[in-house]
């Protein structure tokens, strides 16, 4: 492109091939290790740029990474004519006679500028298609915007994980190739809203930030692929005089060594991207110029004068038209001509910030103003190739006496008679920074500017120290040859700019990204970051948050180093974005990022949400294949599950069967387990988990709630567990807590069976058929009646005994089992060898005092209920017994109530003429 005063010259250069220049940049780098150093710190002048490349980056990414040495085509790097990056479309630079605006707020998605707003929703060009397949239902969405642009979160990450790290930069080309997409789709969105709705606002906040993350994503690839391909290059090499050499030349030498030089154009050629990208279909625009006669209303009224009949209005004008007959003579045009003088000088100052100045001069002479077009030609670096010898005669390039021009231009744009733009042209083509910033209204024409003119500035002083000129007769001001330029500078004189538009898009998020960028400050961009994220009253817009996570990620590709604590809470809210917005298959993968501790308690308390079964197993295997350690989230979801009730182990009375209900906690506490027997080898984990969770259940009395629980556990688990320890290839015991959990599993499911036997006993007990009363004076058909009732009865009483007796045997071999669980009894370790939970032997040991003395009522209940009186007096013996020692874990309170059911029994016993103890009495 022909971007600045020295684009075209080089264009032309035929040793330096544009197509080997791009074959150079978009070779792929391998990327191995993180790098030491980051591209950040203080002041940034040319010396610094090479001693900040990381050490540890050159020292990796050698040159046999790359298809071979770079041959510098500075011809890539200036751009050429006919060469632009991919278009946006968007006209309105030219659409409304005004320079384009960048956002009028700093809250990315607060209301727009009216001139913002104007340029979003008029899409009248033939540049834009209309797309009459657009879905309707997009535009019903309360929010179109974000309903439209739903889909790139998965593209950007189908994009990442399609790309290795060597292919980084075709991975950018790929995100800017989504946003590209997305832009132009709400683009046919905005242009079918009505202007003023509040839902045109949102769609068109979310259309100005897509566009500015595309163009980040532009300037980063051009940077950064600049940055890496010179940290593998050797550019300490020494300067080698060239005899006689030219202007070009030096240029050249210059752009090949000097990375401040050279990645300060790639800026400049960004911002004119940018700028063609806004300009759209030009000719459209232009029509009436299309003349071959400029000035003809001026020219057309002078010959009416001449003529001897001439009536009419004698105010002064020129009365020549040559170029500087207006300047010259201090006369008007004709109104019209001076109208159509300032909107033409409007359209060429556009189209030489948007970096065509081609185009520009085909314009002036379209409309007539040939010699304008030659004062836009002055600027190019002349070249004589014939003057070290030749075989062939070739052409001369350049202008001898650009030194006589570039000061001619300097004192037109000081000029005060010229009109405002006409200054800015001449004081971009001399680098006249002081008269080129007064028509600069935006953020990105400000940078334009300064950039600009820091790329002319080095040059030029290059160049007066390189090339001896014998036919210099002109001076340029000391404060223009003189100046030390840095990138920091450029910014800190943004800060001190009078403008309020350009101050308050200054701080706009992605015009601070874009800054960082260009000064390689990873370190200052983290800082950025952290402030954003620790403001919270406002949340950062989603797009923005999925384009801090994949510049980061970007960063770590390269090796570089961003500040930890800054990655991981970007990733954080990243994170909790895509759980809110419920991208569920995208959570895995970032999770991934964080360090391994932090991943396990974030994807486990993203896990705490889902509840469907096939859902959480779609999320382990995404987890899977994220690299995650799903064991640990699995047993971190179910800790963090059972622990949310603080409460403490209640004692519940000693009451039959009364269960209390099942609470929405409590069945988020059951549901949980099912975390833990999708896969087989967590059968361990499952068990100890459930285990806990039934130990607070049978505390609160919820029977029920500990029975669904503990039949989520399925029934060959203990089986599986020894299996998969014998298949590790052990002969010794399994390890300790694994052992005592299966033994505590059993314990629980002894207690479980003798509790709902209990149950269905009591039920049954209380379900006696009633026997049929005869009342008195009965009739004979009402005594043949009760007869037949008295044999029913008789019938179902023994159905019912029958049935009753096994229930009692099943019942009592229940609790039998609870009460003298063998090697140490019920809930009591065997193995010792294991690390001490204190919290786990305190509820077992309140279990035990919990549960035994109420098995031991409810097995006298039994026995007494069925007239097994002396059996129940054995329970003392049980009791006491020193093997079981149940005894120590009765209270005062629960001995006395035994005593009295075992007083309660003797007497029953005293009653059938038997002693106390249920032995006959001798006489």
């Known amino acids: 492109m022909e971007r600045n005063i020295f684009g075209e010259l080089v264009a032309r250069d035929t040793e330096m091939s544009r197509t080997t220049r791009r074959q150079s940049s978009q070779r792929g780098v391998s990327f191995h290790t993180p790098v030491e150093n980051s591209w950040s710190g203080a002041t940034l002048t040319r010396a610094q740029l090479h ?46 006679m005004s320079m384009i605006s960048g956002a009028d707020e700093s809250n990315l998605m607060a209301s727009f500028s009216p001139q913002r707003i104007g340029m979003l929703y008029n899409f009248d060009s033939p540049g834009v298609t209309e797309d009459t397949t657009l879905s309707a239902v997009i ?68 259309l100005w930030l897509l566009q500015q993350e595309l163009v980040s994503w532009r300037l980063l690839a051009s940077l950064y692929r600049d940055r890496i391909q010179s940290a593998l290059e050797d550019e300490s090499m020494s300067d080698v005089a060239i005899p006689n050499a030219s202007e070009k030349t030096v240029m050249e030498k210059l752009f090949q060594r000097d990375q401040l030089v050279r990645q300060s154009q790639l800026v400049v050629d960004w911002l004119e991207s940018i700028a063609k990208d806004e300009i759209g279909d030009f000719s459209d625009n232009i029509e009436f110029y299309a003349k071959s006669v400029y000035w003809e209303n001026t020219l057309h009224t002078l010959k009416q004068r001449s003529l001897p009949s001439f009536v009419g209005s004698s105010r002064p004008l020129v009365s020549e038209l040559d170029p500087d007959a207006p300047i010259r003579q201090k006369m008007p045009l004709e109104d019209l001509d001076r109208e159509d003088d300032i909107r033409l000088l409007k359209y060429l100052f556009t189209l030489i910030r948007a970096g065509m100045t ?32 030749g075989i062939q005669l070739e052409p001369v390039e350049g202008n001898p006496y650009r030194y006589v021009w570039k000061a001619c231009c300097w004192r037109m744009a000081e000029d005060e008679q010229f009109s405002r733009y006409e200054r800015a042209i001449y004081a971009t083509l001399s680098g006249n920074l002081r008269h080129l910033l007064p028509v600069c209204d935006t953020w990105e024409d400000t940078v334009w500017a300064h950039f600009r003119v820091m790329v002319d500035s080095l040059v030029e002083q290059e160049i007066r120290v390189s090339v001896m000129s014998t036919y210099e007769t002109e001076e340029l001001p000391r404060e223009y040859l003189d100046a030390n330029w840095t990138l920091e500078k450029v910014f800190e004189e943004l800060q001190a700019t009078d403008k309020k538009r350009v101050l308050e898009e200054n701080k706009e998020h992605y015009h601070v990204i874009q800054k960082f960028i260009i000064l390689g400050g990873v370190d200052g961009l983290m800082d950025e970051f952290s402030e954003w994220l620790s403001r919270g009253r406002t949340p950062l817009p989603g797009h923005l948050l999925r384009f801090m996570t994949h510049l980061i990620l970007f ?96 004692h519940h009375d000693i009451v039959p069967v009364l269960d ?3 609470t929405e906690e409590d069945r988020l506490k059951i549901d949980v387990i099912d975390w833990l027997v999708f896969d087989p080898a967590q059968r361990a984990e499952a068990l100890k988990q459930s285990n806990a969770i039934i130990r607070k259940f049978l505390a609160s009395k919820k029977h029920e709630a500990a029975k669904e629980v503990f039949v989520k556990i399925p029934q060959d688990s203990i089986a599986e567990i020894y299996n998969q320890w014998e298949e590790q ?115 077992m040991v309140s279990l035990r005092k919990l549960c035994l003395p109420m098995m031991c009522i409810l097995l006298h209940t039994v026995l007494h209920s069925t007239s097994q009186y002396q059996e129940c007096l054995r329970i003392a013996d049980l009791v006491s017994s020193e093997r079981q020692k149940l005894y120590t874990v009765f209270s005062k309170e629960e001995l006395r109530k035994l005593l009295q059911k075992l007083r309660d029994s003797s007497l029953m016993l005293l009653d059938q003429d038997l002693d106390p103890l249920g032995y006959e009495i001798q006489s």
């Open 555 to 650: 960063f770590r590709t390269l090796g570089l180093e961003t500040k930890e604590e800054v990655s991981v809470e970007v990733l954080k809210t990243y994170i909790q974005l895509l759980i809110n917005d419920k991208h569920t298959d995208l959570i895995a993968f970032y999770v991934s990022h964080l360090p391994q501790e932090l991943a396990i308690v974030q994807y486990a308390m993203f896990l705490e949400g889902v509840t469907d079964s096939e859902q959480r197993q779609h999320c382990l295997e995404l987890a899977k294949e994220a690299g995650l350690d799903v064991a640990t989230i699995t047993k971190t979801v179910v800790e963090n599950i059972r622990r949310k009730d603080t409460g403490a182990f209640t």
């Open 358 to 389: 081609d185009e520009a001069q085909r314009l002036c002479k379209r409309c007539g103003q040939a010699w304008r077009a030659a004062t836009l030609e002055g600027w190019k670096l002349y070249h004589d190739p014939n003057i070290n010898g």
């Open 729 to 843: 290839g052990m002969d010794n015991p399994l390890p300790a807590d694994d052992d005592n959990a299966v033994r505590e599993h059993l314990c629980i499911r002894a207690y479980l069976e003798a509790h709902e036997t209990f149950n269905e006993w009591f039920k049954h007990m209380n379900m006696a058929p009633q026997k049929p009363v005869l009342v008195g004076q009965a009739s004979f058909t009402e005594m043949v009646a009760h007869e037949h009732k008295e044999k029913q009865y008789e019938m179902d009483f023994g159905i019912w005994k029958g049935h009753l007796d096994a229930l009692t045997a099943d019942v009592k071999e229940k609790i039998y089992n609870v009460l003298l669980f063998v090697d140490g009894g019920w809930m009591v370790d065997v193995r010792e060898d294991m690390d001490e939970d204190l919290e786990r032997a305190h509820q």
């Open 51 to 96: 001693s900040r490349t990381p050490v540890s980056l050159l020292r990796h990414l050698t040159p046999q990474n790359l298809s071979g040495g770079r041959q510098p085509d500075v011809s890539a790097i200036l751009g050429t004519v006919g060469t632009s990056p991919r278009m946006l479309q968007t006209p309105g630079r030219l659409g409304n």
């Open 139 to 206: 535009l019903l969405e309360e929010d179109p915007g974000e309903a439209a642009t739903v889909s790139m979160y998965p593209n950007f990450l189908r994009s990442f994980l399609n790309r290795s790290s060597s292919e980084v930069f075709k991975l950018v080309e790929e995100y800017e190739d989504t946003c590209m997409e997305q832009v132009n789709i709400l683009k046919k969105i905005v242009s079918r809203v009505t202007p003023g709705q509040q839902k045109f606002s949102k769609t068109a906040s979310v």
């Open 660 to 662: 209390s209900g099942t």
